[in-house]
């Protein structure tokens, strides 16, 4: 337990910055379900699928490889189906989602988990910045293909951050998704991360009326892999800062289990949350055009992508 908790009152949800993913699935039964999670080999993906499974869950488990998704599946007891997902591949991402079609598996919900962070270098896929690619522009396409997999009340749950705040003024470059005309690793992170918070958004727009929902989530600042790429002594501030401040990895893994499962969720399609409870994005989040010129930005990326 950090010391920062200690302090910390429960939101409206009954949950609290301290709560872990088994505390907000206590007492519920998932057999039956069935929940999608990208990158559930490491860190928050990893617990959530645990979770998940443990509460009787089937879970389809991806990773970049299906040697990594198979790997981390065995890892948790529970009925588990591995898949690979490469997000910054589009051939792989559409391979995952004709994967879970050919099964005819139904999805209560899809845990846009996976993501990469400030990575230090401009780095692309398929001419364009990398972090905007594998955590917007891949799980555009992996939920845009699912969607007819989801149950009538399935929900979309994209992970988002914090970070978002550090997005750009107007939210998406438009003009520099390539980085061309500059590139700050926050930056970039912020943008990819507002993006998901923004196509939660506009989904919710298009699925209402139908049932089903979608959400952002910010899981806290946990110590994880996320840090891979950065100066390894931000490892080392993350690991002096978590029993101060920062969450657990269980604890990190509690929102986005809490949005996918909880039968009472407070809050509506299209909400921002954090620590379990409904939360309070940036404004422009909230900016309906701005949230459907990236959904129509993102199809035409999409669509001139290799098929
Ligand atoms: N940890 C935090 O403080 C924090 C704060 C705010 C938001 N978040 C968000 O929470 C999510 C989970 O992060 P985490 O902290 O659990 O990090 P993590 O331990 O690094 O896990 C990230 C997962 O994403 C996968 N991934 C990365 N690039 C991928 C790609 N191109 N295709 C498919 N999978 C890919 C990783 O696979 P490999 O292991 O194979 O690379 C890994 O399974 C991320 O979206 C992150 O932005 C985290």
Redesign the pocket.
């Known amino acids: 337990m950090s010391l920062y908790e200690r302090f910390v009152s429960k939101g409206p949800s009954g949950f609290s910055y301290g709560s872990t993913a088994e505390q907000v699935t206590e007492g519920l039964s998932l057999t039956g379900k069935t929940y999608l999670v990208?990158?559930?080999?490491?860190?928050?993906?990893h617990e959530a699928m645990r979770v998940l499974a443990l509460r009787g869950a089937r879970v389809v488990g991806t990773?970049?490889s299906e040697d990594?998704a198979r790997q981390a599946c065995a890892s948790v007891t529970g009925q588990t189906v591995p898949l690979a997902?490469?997000?910054?591949d589009p051939r792989s991402v559409r391979a995952c989602v004709d994967a879970v079609k050919a099964r005819g598996i139904e999805l209560d919900a899809i845990i846009c988990?996976?993501?990469?962070?400030a990575l230090p270098k401009l780095e692309k896929a398929h001419g364009y910045e990398l972090q905007f690619f594998?955590?917007h522009i891949?799980h555009f396409i992996l939920v845009t293909g699912l969607l007819d997999q989801l149950t009538p009340k399935g929900r979309v749950v994209m992970?988002s951050?914090?970070?978002h705040r550090g997005a750009p003024k107007s939210g998406i470059e438009f003009d520099n998704l390539d980085g061309s005309k500059g590139y700050g690793a926050w930056r970039a992170y912020g943008q990819s991360?507002i993006a998901n918070a923004l196509f939660a958004k506009e989904l919710a727009r298009r699925l209402a009326g139908t049932g089903k929902t979608a959400y952002s989530v910010?899981?806290?600042?946990?110590a994880?892999?996320?840090t891979?790429s950065m100066n390894p002594l931000v490892a080392v501030a993350f690991a002096v800062g978590t029993p101060l401040a920062l969450k657990s990895i269980p604890q990190?893994a509690a929102t986005e289990v809490y949005v996918a499962t909880n039968p009472r969720l407070l809050g509506a399609s299209g909400d921002y949350f954090a620590n379990s409870n409904v939360g309070k994005p940036r404004g422009d989040v909230r900016d309906e055009a701005l949230a459907k010129r990236l959904w129509e930005v993102s199809e035409t990326i999409v669509a001139g992508l290799p098929q």
């Open positions: 990208t990158g559930c080999n490491s860190g928050l993906g990773a970049r990594k997902c490469e997000l910054s988990n996976a993501g990469i962070m594998t955590n891949g992970l951050s914090d970070a991360k910010h899981p806290g600042v946990i994880t892999n996320l891979r990190g």
